[in-house]
């Protein structure tokens, strides 16, 4: 039989097909196939020859067009799904990757807002604390103005009392140089207890020193005040009372260095009187 020009001549398909584990040891076990082999599959126009018809995918051409088709399916392409799935992917990470773009400019900017604001808030506290230290710098000034003020009026109250005690005494105070223009009366209220010291002509003082007024009795000095002339030269100082039965009494009028502490007299004698002998 010619079989290249028999009608019925052979169309030889090679299909590879791999075989699932199970149906790969059933195989094996019959000896028909080995596993991993292509199987050879003779088909005639008219239909399958053998054992083929025992095949999946019918007989005849519609088992050349069906086995095919499973095998297209059964290659590995990527599917339709799978591909979708994929896009999906890409997707959720570019939404993922542009959120945390924004909230790391936004993070940016609420910091440096923030870094802003504290800035402002320490200055204007630093200011804040500056005008609270000058207030306080004012206020103890306007303390201690407050306290000379209080103290001068309680000196003019006891100024006052002494000059117009019915047992007023004044006394002359003597210059103790020709030198000397100062010139002094010493008022004594023994009824008051304390005396009033009218001096005029001082000069004014350099910085450091004042005019001290000082009883001297036999024994004993005790420096009474401390003062500045006016502008003019003139002061009117108030003197506590001198020790009771102090001998050989006087008031001295001296120059000296400023809150000097000293149990006699320093510095130039300007102006003295005497009150007992």
């Known amino acids: 039989m010619d079989v290249l020009n028999s009608p019925h001549r052979l169309r030889v398909y090679f299909v590879s097909q791999r075989l699932p584990r199970s149906n790969t040891r059933r195989w094996r076990a019959s000896g028909n196939l080995r596993p991993g082999f292509a199987r050879l599959r003779l088909l005639t126009r008219q239909g399958r020859i053998g054992s083929g018809k025992n095949m999946k995918g019918g007989s005849g051409l519609a088992g050349m067009a069906a086995e095919p088709e499973r095998v297209a399916h059964g290659s ?83 100024i006052l009392r002494v000059l117009v005690a019915p047992d007023l005494v004044s006394l002359k105070m003597v210059p103790s140089t020709r030198a000397t223009k100062a010139a002094a009366t010493l008022s004594i209220s023994r009824q008051m207890a304390g005396a009033v010291l009218n001096a005029t002509g001082l000069e004014k003082l350099p910085a450091g020193q004042a005019y001290q007024a000082w009883w001297v009795s036999k024994g ?34 001296a120059r000296g260095r400023l ?9 130039q004698v300007l102006l003295q009187v005497r009150l007992s002998k």
């Open 76 to 158: 590995g392409a990527p599917s339709a799904g799978g591909r979708g799935s994929a896009r999906l992917w890409k997707a959720i990470a570019g939404m993922a990757a542009a959120l945390a773009l924004a909230s790391a400019i936004v993070s940016f900017d609420v910091s440096r807002q923030l870094i802003q604001r504290a800035h402002a808030t320490s200055r204007r506290i630093a200011a804040l604390r500056k005008e609270l230290a000058r207030r306080e710098h004012e206020a103890e000034s306007a303390r201690a103005r407050l306290a000379e003020v209080r103290k001068k009026l309680s000196e003019r109250g006891l």
């Open 220 to 253: 004993a000095s005790t420096k009474v005040a401390e003062f500045h002339p006016q502008a003019d030269g003139s002061a009117t100082v108030y003197l506590e009372p001198p020790p009771q039965k102090a001998q050989d009494l006087q008031c001295f009028v």
């Open 259 to 267: 809150g000097q502490d000293s149990s006699r007299v320093t510095g």
